[in-house]
């Protein structure tokens, strides 16, 4: 009603006092819960006390953290992480919303680590609700954010093996196939450190989920998106030699279907991913990114390009010779598999082009420069002129000759 308002009677300290006290939303008047900044305190610490007893295998004291009736899927939890040489746990709160007197939503990113893998954590958004008793806190629930991944153990009894170079994490898998993952994994390691001299860490981390949905939830889409893709890797296109630590995902399904070859290539290709992270940024297009993976999983496989490439063979032969390099678009998962096949191909004979014409060193070089470059307008071109002395003009022209050349 009129009148109501901050009107000229009343100063304007006050009229700034009760707009600040209606944005407080969890200082109550007369409802008896105490103010944001100390519930946040209180969760907070409840929280790193929680953390605190997982890590040092703490069983009564991660109870002390948990309501009676979240108990038995907070042991589960428990008992599953006893498998994963974790040496880092943290919960950093972002969010609370108070629901009920004694009860609150709290949202917080989970950042963990792998001892002697990760030298920063990995983080994820999560949801915890929380009820209050007797002036403390309790954990009643604790799940992925809305949209955000879940994790390995979350999915069931977690089994590892370590490799020379490796950690496989897996979940409904026989030993055996793990220990052939490691073997794998290990042997792409050096293979990718002879193509990429570069320092990274030189051992990779993957996890194999039980089944294509389980890829999924570990990278927070719909499992169907990766159908037909036999691994990929999580990480941030940051650059920097501090980004978190990336991990290959398996799709047991896929890759289960294939040879000893390709099993061996899907995952040096992938360990080229985990090797380029800090060189690899949003200026980096996806063709340079997969076509160098591509070309490091081939470069000593004694494959010709016609065994390699081919869909892309195929078009080319057919007189559909690609007016240009594949955009990231035609890299998206869940859509043609021959056009992604085309996609991959060509730019693996992109970066083919570059090592034979301007050696492999030219190649790491060029990777390098456009990953440095400030953004994503103008990194290639830039690249092309000061590493290479060629244009984008000129360099797909040779690119389409290269393809008839391997190809026709």
């Not at 900044?37 to 007893?53: F, M, P, S």
């Not at 063979?313 to 559909?320: I, L, Y």
Request: aromatic share 6%.
């Amino acid at each position: 009603m009129a009148g109501q308002g901050c009107g000229a009677r009343r100063s304007a300290t006050a009229c700034l006092l009760a707009l600040l006290l209606a944005l407080v939303g969890l200082v109550g008047c007369g409802t008896g819960t105490r103010p944001a900044d100390t519930a946040a305190r209180e969760i907070q610490g409840l929280l790193d006390r929680h953390a605190r007893a997982l890590l040092d295998r703490d069983r009564p004291g991660y109870l002390a953290a948990v309501d009676p009736a979240y108990a038995p899927t907070a042991l589960t939890v428990f008992r599953r992480l006893a498998t994963v040489p974790v040496d880092g746990w943290t919960y950093r709160l972002t969010g609370i919303d108070r629901t009920a007197p004694d009860r609150v939503t709290v949202r917080a990113e989970l950042g963990y680590r792998l001892k002697g893998h990760d030298k920063r954590p990995v983080t994820g958004d999560r949801v915890l609700n929380l009820t209050e008793r007797d002036g403390r806190w309790y954990v009643t629930g604790d799940r992925p954010a809305q949209g955000a991944p879940r994790h390995l153990w979350e999915q069931g009894d977690v089994a590892a093996v370590r490799g020379a170079r490796s950690l496989v994490l897996g979940v409904g898998q026989k030993p055996e196939r793990l220990r052939e993952i490691a073997a794998a994994a290990d042997r792409a390691v050096p293979a990718v450190s002879a193509a990429w001299p570069a320092d990274w860490a030189r051992e990779v981390v993957v996890l194999v989920p039980g089944s294509l949905e389980g890829m999924g939830e570990l990278l927070g889409a719909p499992g169907t998106s990766y159908r037909g893709i036999a691994a990929v890797t999580t990480g941030e296109t940051r650059g920097g030699a501090d980004a978190p630590a990336d991990r290959v995902i398996v799709n047991p399904e896929a890759y289960g279907v294939l040879g000893a070859f390709g099993r061996q290539l899907v995952l040096t290709h992938e360990t080229v991913h985990v090797a380029t992270r800090a060189d690899t940024t949003p200026s980096t297009p996806v063709w340079l990114s997969e076509g160098f993976a591509d070309w490091v999983a081939y470069r000593d496989a004694g494959r010709t390009p016609a065994q390699a490439a081919p869909e892309l063979g195929r078009a080319v032969r057919a007189g559909e010779l690609p007016a240009q390099l594949p955009e990231d678009p035609d890299f998206a998962f869940g859509g043609d598999a021959e056009a992604l096949a085309r996609a991959y191909e060509g730019g693996w004979l992109a970066c083919a082009l570059i090592a034979d014409r301007w050696g492999e060193a030219g190649l790491t070089d060029f990777y390098r420069a456009v990953g440095a470059h400030p953004g994503r307008e103008g990194a290639v071109e830039k690249a092309l002129q000061e590493v290479l002395d060629t244009t984008p003009g000129e360099f797909t022209a040779d690119w389409r000759a290269y393809l008839r050349e391997r190809l026709g």
